[in-house]
């Protein structure tokens, strides 16, 4: 048998099916699953860690899954400011059109450092040169959904047959911590056809799909004007919707186009500090959440949300709606921590695995340090304040610990698979050459 780590003496918050929480517990692990959750005494009873992770005064909670993501770092806060429109034109699409794998992989080390640093443990990448992106993704060692950035063949962009190879190259790699779908960076400048081809793809080779639907009304209008659909309505023509298809942004929505993505089992990737910054409008949330529709929460990517950070991404989720509708009690905080854990799972077919706290499923879960100035007071008992404290107050800072797959991946805010240092100066380089190669 395999060494056991026991975290012990957390609040641990397991987001399961009762939502059970022990002030004083512990999670016991053996390879790489959960063998044990409970209180501390009970756990320390059957299991004696090898490897003692102490979480007095700490949150322990799941991984959490970033639902929509681009690797994309190394044109961070280049071009803030500009109109969606000015900004693809000068910035985004000749980034994605001229990156080189090397400089990929340099970025995707960057990219999923910074996920872990701030407490996720599972992405759902899509992105350029997508085997580089799993190569960055074994090393460092985080979950990995991976997609590639598909275009037509003349796009510059990568095509189904760079998706295929992904596929057949990294599905169940680092022991099945990489995982693939098959992507569609975005449906107004992809013909009809490259669309349809990559649900066939998918059906394939038994993978999701990963798409942009109605992020912004500009897109929208080009597709009308191209096809006289809603980039929804093609998605739904073409059979890309479904119960493996993850649909990003979803911001602009009729009610029926809310009713086929309920019809469909779609899941929405809800991105709103992205969408805000970006200018894109403000999703229907509450109402997909209201027809039962699974939405799971992303950043979406640094170069148009500047952080990883998906506490930050948490309180957006809160509080937006709220403003925009005046309504306090939208978005509670335990419903945008299940967006971050259990949807977010449900959403990747992993919900069986990952996304909630219980024995049997797979170890991927982190330690909040709550002695901290601003998550003080802590209140247990009737007043339990935790959850809020991690919805509406902390930072991907307050992350001390952090496992995946049953190994001890940052230990008191120490990445232990990478040296950091490295990674942000090779990151700092590659942003320097890619750059240089577009910007006047």
């Given amino acids: 048998m395999s060494e056991t780590i026991l975290v012990r003496h957390g609040i641990v918050i397991t987001m399961d099916a009762e939502d059970r929480i022990y002030e004083d517990g512990a999670v016991a692990i053996q390879d790489g699953r959960m063998v044990a959750v409970g209180k501390t005494d009970e756990v320390e009873r059957e299991y004696k860690g090898d490897i003692v992770i102490e979480a007095r005064k700490k949150a322990v909670l799941p991984g959490l899954v970033n639902l929509h993501y681009h690797t994309d770092s190394v044109t961070r806060g280049i071009l ?8 693809l034109e000068k910035l985004w699409y000749p980034a994605i059109k001229s990156i080189t794998p ?12 910074e996920s872990i640093k701030s407490g996720t443990t599972c992405i759902n990448d899509m992105y350029r040169n997508m085997i580089s ?3 960055a993704a074994e090393k460092v060692g985080i979950r990995a959904f991976l997609s590639c950035d598909v ?7 990568d095509t189904l047959k760079d998706n295929e190879r992904l596929i057949r190259e990294k599905e ?36 999701g799909v990963h798409v942009h639907i109605n992020e912004n009304l500009w897109g929208i209008e080009k597709t009308k004007e191209r096809y006289g659909r809603t980039e929804l309505e093609l998605a739904y023509d073409c059979r890309v919707l479904g119960p493996d298809c993850i649909a990003a942004h979803c911001v602009w929505l009729t009610d029926p186009e809310i009713a086929l993505i309920r019809e469909t089992g779609t899941h929405v990737a809800h991105c709103p500090s992205s969408n805000a910054k970006l200018g894109n409008g403000i999703a229907r949330i509450p109402d997909l959440l209201r027809y039962g529709v699974n939405v799971g929460l992303g950043h979406d990517a640094a170069a148009c949300n500047n952080r990883a950070d998906m ?6 989720a809160a509080l937006i709606h709220r403003a925009y509708r005046v309504d306090a009690s939208l978005l509670p905080a335990k ?25 049997g499923k797979k170890a991927d879960l ?7 100035l601003h998550l003080t007071p802590v209140v247990l008992g009737k007043y339990f304040n935790v959850l809020s404290h991690l919805v509406y107050a902390t930072h991907g800072e307050d992350v001390c610990d952090v496992i995946i797959d049953g190994r001890v991946v940052m230990e008191n805010r120490v990445i232990k698979t990478v040296d950091e240092a490295e990674v942000i100066e090779r990151a700092s380089k590659a942003s320097e050459s890619l750059l240089g190669g577009i910007l006047p």
Avoid: H
Avoid at 151 to 157: A, I, K, N, T, V
Avoid at 311 to 316: L, N, Q, S, T
């Fill in 80 to 87: 803030d400011d500009k109109p969606l429109e000015e900004y």
């Fill in 102 to 113: 090397e400089e990929t992989y340099a970025a995707a080390m960057l990219s999923y450092c």
């Fill in 133 to 135: 992106c799993a190569e």
């Fill in 151 to 157: 275009g037509d063949e003349d796009s510059g962009l």
């Fill in 172 to 207: 169940g790699a680092a022991d099945g911590r990489i995982r693939t779908l098959v992507g569609i960076e975005w449906i107004p400048i992809t013909s009809k056809e490259t669309v349809a081809a990559a649900r066939e793809l998918a059906d394939k080779y038994g993978v």
């Fill in 311 to 316: 506490f930050e991404v948490m309180k957006w």
């Fill in 335 to 359: 419903q945008v921590l299940r967006m971050a854990t259990v949807n977010g799972a449900k959403a990747l077919g992993m919900e069986r695995e990952i996304g909630s706290l219980e024995v």
């Fill in 366 to 372: 982190i330690t909040v340090d709550l002695n901290a």
